[in-house]
């Protein structure tokens, strides 16, 4: 999953985007609106954090022009004022929640989890694949039955290859869905981790998980 943090307050963008991507989350920063504007129109982003207090454009605005545009992902909006009026403003806007600054880290996850999971034919925390069993919620992966040790990083890529099971995904998707906007096209990091996948989930008796596509990417089959 890949999140857009638009946050002015530099310290406050840090400590989320710390904190979303020990969640195995991939998140990149805007600090300005009309940053947080160009960023979300040019990438794929699964959820936008958006704070309401931005330069340049503030977020209701960016929220605004983004729906126009067409721009379906989640959006939570980032108020610093617990005034009735801002909140209101926000959902007409067409934010799909708000959350008052200060605020807990927990909550935003449980926010962003609750979020993501309300998109249409993702009602569900439990995601499965043959003997491959992955509870979002608690962020724990299971191989017929058995609990696999999973990095961050190793559970968002099986949970993107289990949400398109059955489908070729080309390596530049799970760039753009799996790392943030400084992954360096030129390694084969995603190789590296589908080899890291494919030793904890292909283990004795051997059977093939993940397929390599010839020139395309790959295939999850279950
Ligand atoms: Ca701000």
Redesign the pocket.
């Known amino acids: 999953m890949r999140v857009l943090i638009a946050?002015?307050?530099k310290k406050i963008a840090e400590f989320i985007r710390r904190g979303l991507k020990e969640e195995g989350y991939a998140a990149d920063l805007a600090h300005t609106g009309p940053d947080a504007l160009r960023l979300a129109e040019e990438n794929p982003y699964d959820l936008l954090l958006l704070?309401v207090?931005?330069p340049g454009l503030d977020g209701l605005a960016v929220c605004a022009k983004l729906r126009q545009g067409g721009f379906a992902a989640p959006i939570l909006m980032l108020t610093a004022k617990d005034r009735v009026e801002d909140k209101v403003k926000g959902l007409d806007s067409g934010a799909n929640d708000y959350l008052t600054k200060p605020f807990a880290f927990e909550e935003l996850l449980a926010r962003i989890r609750a979020l993501l999971r309300a998109r249409p034919a993702e009602a569900s925390t439990r995601l499965t694949a043959g003997d491959i069993a992955l509870d979002l919620a608690a962020h724990k992966a299971s191989l017929a039955g058995k609990e696999l040790d999973l990095s961050a990083k190793e559970f968002s890529l099986l949970e993107y290859l289990v949400r398109n099971k059955g489908r070729i995904v080309t390596r530049t998707m799970i760039a753009e869905h799996v790392w943030d906007i400084n992954f360096d096209t030129g390694t084969n990091v995603i190789d590296v981790y589908i080899n890291y996948l494919r030793n904890k989930l292909e283990k004795k008796p051997a059977k093939k998980v993940i397929h390599t596509v010839r020139g395309k990417g790959y295939i999850l089959k279950d």
């Open positions: 946050e002015d307050e704070d207090m931005l």
